[in-house]
């Protein structure tokens, strides 16, 4: 399974964190472990697509400050930019223009080995739809990561068990993603997200294919992971609703963010 290429797309692939738990069910987190939340700037970025011979501006100057450990929503209408910002934040692809500085570093100026380990050890990555590797068990896809980053297969596993079970999926380790319902694939998902522990979570429209139900209760655990781990958490949702419940609401117009009432 080591020799396996990352599931697509790359983004869930965050890397090392020394010695923090992953939060197993019943088990508090020790804060003092935790690498907590990055802390990202984003300075006047925008994003140019070039398409049939015509410029689409997509991101006119998005200027954005994330508070370590924040929890905050994105909401907007479809195709004003949402996503866009959400992978040029995750490093999946790079601004036109304009900066974004993680805890100081600014990775619009990384060469692409420097940034593809980088975006392994610190960001996190969860989809609408879950990208899971269809042959392999929860555990082996939330194994992924940390194999892919090299360590040992004992730790993986662990770290993955541990995860699974925070999410409610102790009794869903042996199952393929075929066998899960949407909303335990999404669960599945998370987890993988952050099996290596990121200091920043990216989430795009993770509820998006979910009844409202199943949606709230994964809304419910990013929250909750949020506030255990630590991680500085962006999470773009079509649903106004469950954006208000964020400590931090922002919405995308015209290529540019306000910033709105939590
Ligand atoms: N690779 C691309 N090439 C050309 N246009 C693109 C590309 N990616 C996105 N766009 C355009 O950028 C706009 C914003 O897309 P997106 O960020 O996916 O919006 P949202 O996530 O808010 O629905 C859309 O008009 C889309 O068609
Ligand atoms: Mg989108």
């Known amino acids: 399974m080591s020799a396996l290429t990352p599931p697509t797309p790359v983004a869930t692939v965050p ?24 802390r990202v700037l984003v300075r006047d970025l925008w994003k140019v697509f070039e398409h049939g011979g015509r410029s689409i501006e997509v991101l006119r100057g998005i200027n954005l400050d994330l508070a370590p450990g924040a929890l905050v929503s994105v909401v907007g209408a479809s195709g004003v930019g949402k996503s866009t910002l959400l992978h040029l934040l995750g490093t999946l692809d790079v601004p036109t223009s304009g900066q ?13 080995a420097k940034l593809a380990s980088f975006r392994n050890r610190e960001i ?40 699974l ?15 899960l319902s949407g ?16 200091r920043l979570l ?4 993770p509820t998006g294919n979910l009844d409202t139900r199943t949606g709230r209760a994964i809304h419910d655990l990013f929250f909750e992971l949020n506030r255990e781990l630590g991680m500085t958490l962006l999470l773009v949702t079509h649903n106004d609703e469950l954006a208000g419940r964020a400590f931090r609401k922002l919405r995308m117009v015209d290529g540019r963010i306000q910033e709105e009432g939590a």
């Open 165 to 179: 079970v925070r999410v409610g999926l102790q009794d869903r380790l042996r199952h393929r993603p075929g066998e």
């Open 183 to 198: 909303g335990e694939q999404q669960r599945v998902a998370l987890a993988r997200a952050l099996v290596l522990s990121p």
């Open 124 to 163: 996190g990555f969860v989809f609408q739809f879950h990208h899971l590797l269809p042959e392999f068990t929860a555990l082996e896809n939330v194994m992924m990561p940390g194999l892919i980053a090299r360590r040992p297969r004992k730790d993986c596993r662990d770290r993955a068990e541990a995860i």
């Open 100 to 112: 974004i500085l993680f805890d100081g570093a600014n990775v619009t100026d990384m060469s692409p």
């Open 15 to 38: 890397v090392p964190m020394a010695n923090r738990k992953a939060g197993a069910a019943g088990t508090e987190p020790d804060a003092s472990d935790a690498p907590g939340g990055a």
């Open 202 to 205: 990216l989430g795009d429209e």
